[in-house]
């Protein structure tokens, strides 16, 4: 449900009236009848156009093709390209290590306006800044016009701020939320007709991993949930990252939905997890990717000590968000079904078991049909490498 952020009061009474229903039914009946759709995986050996598009295709078509989700619409694609340009692993190109990949981006770009797509919009809050961007990408070494000619009307839009609109547009959680009741974002994010969550597998030193879902913990605008926001009013332009989401220090500006409840946990793994599910409520997702031709093993970015760069080649596509990263997580060979002190969780809540209970999507490996390549063809061992990492840190620190 979207609304802009007049008749902000009522929004909020009628969100907060939710959450007495939704509780009412146990975890167990909400997972029991959590949609299970089909997730297509295929291997993928390089980012070369002649294997890409050809694989994108046929994935999509095992999903029931694009065109009747996209045709005459609007799309709007989150991309990943978390940390600042210059933060690199090793000599690696970005999209090698831990930003979603130009040529992926390019590619389903094109499927997309193959498809029909309207409009097609690349969308992302770059690391403090209100630069467009095009300009944050070249800094990247990437060539936008790449992506922009992949399909008619494409365009990009910084997504950390107000933006091209004239007011932020406020998205509401149907489920009341576990953090927050509702979000005031980028306009983009209410005007689109279909959203794509495109992301990048990796691990997630706070939330323990992050594919489709936590890739939406960048819808947040800096100027309203970042480190530099202003107090009664979003600040101008963004600055500074999101340390207010994840520990909680700090509520975000007045004009926007304050926290449920002040007095919750404020650890980070308690709070990403739950932030990132009433994000995805709030915005829902009705395409999610996740490649892994190559990427890095370890975190979410090249400051995570002891990441390595790793090429899974393979590449995993779903209509449900949460049966996507579940699928994912088999393939990482971890179990999707693992909670706090279970890896990938170790320090952190699942965000996978977080969504399941609010009714978005089964976990459950069992329920979901697999088309394509299967989990144990596709496989590479994420979860051998985290053991290896962690010992490597612990005889480090002893």
């Not at 193959?114 to 770059?126: C, D, F, Y």
């Not at 600040?235 to 500006?253: A, E, F, K, T, W």
């Not at 090429?311 to 049966?323: E, F, R």
Request: proline content about 8%; overall charge positive.
């Amino acid at each position: 449900m979207h609304k802009n952020c007049s008749r902000r009061e009522w929004l909020l009474r009628t969100a907060a009236a939710v959450p007495g229903t939704w509780l009412a039914g146990s975890p167990l009946s909400r997972a029991a009848s959590a949609p299970a759709l089909p997730v297509a995986v295929a291997k993928c050996t390089t980012y070369e156009t002649a294997e890409l598009v050809p694989t994108l295709s046929k994935m999509f078509d095992q999903l029931g093709g694009l065109g009747r989700l996209v045709n005459g619409k609007t799309v709007g694609i989150k991309v990943n390209l978390t940390g600042d340009p210059t933060y690199r692993l090793g000599y690696a190109p970005l999209g090698d290590s831990h930003y979603t990949h130009p040529q992926v981006i390019a590619a389903t770009v094109h499927l997309l306006g193959r498809a029909g797509a309207r409009r097609i919009r690349v969308l992302e809050s770059p690391w403090a800044t209100a630069d467009p961007v095009e300009e944050y990408v070249l800094r990247a070494n990437w060539e936008p016009r790449d992506i922009l000619g992949a399909a008619p009307n494409v365009e990009f839009e910084n997504t950390n701020y107000l933006g091209r609109a004239k007011k932020y547009s406020r998205l509401i959680v149907p489920t009341g939320g576990y953090i927050y009741p509702a979000f005031d974002l980028n306009h983009s994010y209410a005007d689109c007709d279909v959203f794509v969550s495109l992301a990048k597998m990796k691990e997630h030193d706070t939330a323990g991993i992050t594919l489709s879902m936590k890739n939406c913990f960048g819808l947040t605008p800096a100027t309203i949930y970042g480190s530099g926001a202003g107090i009664d009013e979003p600040s101008i332009l963004p600055n500074g990252g999101r340390d207010m989401v994840h520990s909680g220090y700090r509520q975000p500006s007045k004009s926007a939905p304050p926290e449920k409840d002040p007095k919750s946990p404020r650890d980070g793994g308690y709070r990403v997890p739950r932030t990132v599910v009433d994000l995805v409520g709030a915005r829902p997702i009705h395409l999610a990717i996740v490649e892994a031709v190559r990427t890095m093993a370890g975190g979410e970015g090249p400051w995570i000590d002891g990441c390595t760069l790793v090429s899974p080649g393979v590449i995993v596509a779903g209509l449900n968000c949460v049966n996507t990263d579940a699928v994912c997580m088999g393939v990482m060979n971890f179990d999707p079904m693992a909670d706090r002190g279970t890896p990938p969780f170790e320090t952190s809540d699942s965000t996978l078991r977080l969504a399941e209970d609010a009714g978005l999507g089964t976990r459950d490996l069992r329920r979901i049909e697999v088309v394509g390549t299967p989990i144990v063809q596709a496989k590479f061992d994420f979860a051998a490498l985290r053991r290896v990492q962690r010992a490597n840190a612990a005889r480090q620190r002893g």
